[in-house]
Every structure is written in C-alpha cells, then in structure tokens.
Nanobody, 124 residues
C-alpha cells in the first residue's frame, strides 16, 4: 500500500501559477504510473494528467494541454503538477493517485490509491 499526500494548493488570480506536489510513502513509488485528477463542486472527478512509471510518457486532458506539466522525481518519491495560465474553470480539489500499471492510465478505475486532495481556487 502507498500513502499519498498532496500539497501546494491555494488561491490564485486568473493567469497565475501553482505547483502541486504529491509525496508518496510505502511501497515503491517508482514501480507504478501516477496521475492527477480534479473534482469541482457538483461535478464528477476527472482526469487531468498522467505519467508513466519512468516519466517518459505523459498524457493530458485537452483543456490543460500547453498550460499544465506533470513530472515525477522517483528518487524523492514525489509527483508534481505545474499549473500555469490558470483559469477560473480550473478551480477544484486536486488529487494525486497511483495507477495499477506502469503505463499512463486515464480512467479512474485504473487507479488504486488516492491522496486526500488539495484545494485550488482561481479567481477571475
């Protein structure tokens, strides 16, 4: 079992940037692909970005392409999400998750461990 703890959320104006971190402990972080999801009030949780075990492959939802960057540091057991040019519609609770595979997964059911989430609020 792996424990995941997100940090780095907060309040930012539209056009600003935030960097989320996800610290992992427990079973080997580098053995699995990882991902970021988000959930806005009244909406379903949605995939934001995913990264393969080695970090070579990444995938993004269309609305964040060119603005968000997912990365990982396997030596530090940490996953990151750099978010630039933030928009009010990016407001949500952001979750990191561990996939049950080594390759990128975009569906919720492909993830087995979740963090508690960190709030990101973008004001207009």
């Amino acid at each position: 079992q792996v424990q995941l703890v997100e940090s780095g959320g907060g309040l930012v104006q539209a056009g600003g940037s935030l960097r989320l971190s996800c610290a992992a402990s427990g079973r080997a972080f580098s053995d699995y692909a990882m991902g970021w999801f988000r959930q806005a009030p009244g909406k379903e949780r949605e995939f934001v970005a995913g990264i393969s075990r080695t970090g070579v492959s990444t995938t993004y939802r269309d609305s964040v392409k060119g603005r968000f960057l997912i990365s990982r540091d396997n030596a530090k057991n940490t996953l990151y999400l750099q978010m630039n040019s933030l928009r009010p519609e990016d407001t949500a609770v952001y979750y990191c998750a561990r996939a049950d595979s080594i390759g990128v997964v975009t569906t919720i059911r492909g993830y087995t461990n979740w963090g508690q989430g960190t709030q990101v609020t973008v004001s207009s």
